[in-house]
T-cell receptor, first 113, second 112 residues
Framework: GENVEQHPSTLSVQEGDSAVIKCTYS??????FPWYKQELGKRPQLIID?????GEKKDQRIAVTLNKTAKHFSLHITETQPEDSAVYFC????????????FGKGTKLTVNP | GAVVSQHPSRVICKSGTSVKIECRSL??????MFWYRQFPKQSLMLMAT?????????EQGVEKDKFLINHASLTLSTLTVTSAHPEDSSFYIC????????FGQGTRLTVV
């Protein structure tokens, strides 16, 4: 079945710096890759996603890149702010066109003022 | 984005009792919903797929007789934790998709 690896598990940056979180997946049929932000005790919030027909997507300070050949995708946050501090999860769809997701283990991002 | 509502947000129950958690899609119909469990400082683990009008599909290692799922309408799925034990204490979250997956607010279950 699908396996998603996420690195690093923790990431600490200074306010204003960039943060990069990387994920790899195993199922070449996966075609949908969302990223979620989860604050303590709250639900995961979708922050950005990408489908396999594009290589990059950007939304203000957040961007995601996808390399289907290498089966990895990354989240990039620029000009980080303290409110970006949270746990970030990547996910990959199980097979093509599936609504089922497999999640990475998460990255705890801390942005220091 | 789409709205998914989960109730209750917190529940404490005695060991051996059953607890029902509701997941509703408020502004769209969902033929499929998903139930996840999340232990502290860990990721979301898919437990089962809830299918409207048919039996749920459980992931490997998840006891279907312990975690009963009912999806009786296009906007409601319920998860019942039967004969709960302290090891069932966890954060349970549902999701429903409207091209993208949206999550309920989660239920913190504590079994004492």
């Amino acid at each position: 079945g699908e396996n998603v690896e996420q690195h690093p598990s923790t990431l600490s940056v200074q306010e204003g710096d960039s943060a990069v979180i990387k994920c790899t997946y195993s199922d070449s049929a996966s075609n949908y890759f969302p990223w979620y932000k989860q604050e303590l005790g709250k639900r995961p919030q979708l922050i950005i996603d990408i489908r396999s027909n594009v290589g990059e997507k950007k939304d203000q300070r957040i961007a995601v890149t996808l390399n289907k050949t290498a089966k990895h995708f990354s989240l990039h946050i620029t000009e980080t702010q303290p409110e970006d501090s949270a746990v970030y999860f990547c996910a990959a769809s199980i097979g093509s066109g599936s609504e089922k997701l497999v999640f990475g283990k998460g990255t705890k991002l801390t942005v220091n003022p | 984005g789409a709205v998914v509502s989960q109730h209750p947000s917190r529940v404490i129950c005695k060991s051996g009792t059953s607890v029902k958690i509701e997941c509703r899609s408020l502004d769209f119909q969902a033929t499929t919903m998903f139930w996840y469990r999340q232990f502290p400082k860990q990721s979301l683990m898919l437990m089962a797929t809830s299918n409207e009008g048919s039996k749920a599909t459980y992931e490997q290692g998840v006891e279907k007789d312990k975690f009963l799922i009912n999806h009786a309408s296009l906007t409601l799925s319920t998860l019942t934790v039967t004969s709960a034990h302290p090891e069932d204490s966890s954060f349970y979250i549902c999701s429903a998709s409207r091209t993208k997956a949206f999550f309920g607010q989660g239920t913190r279950l504590t079994v004492v």
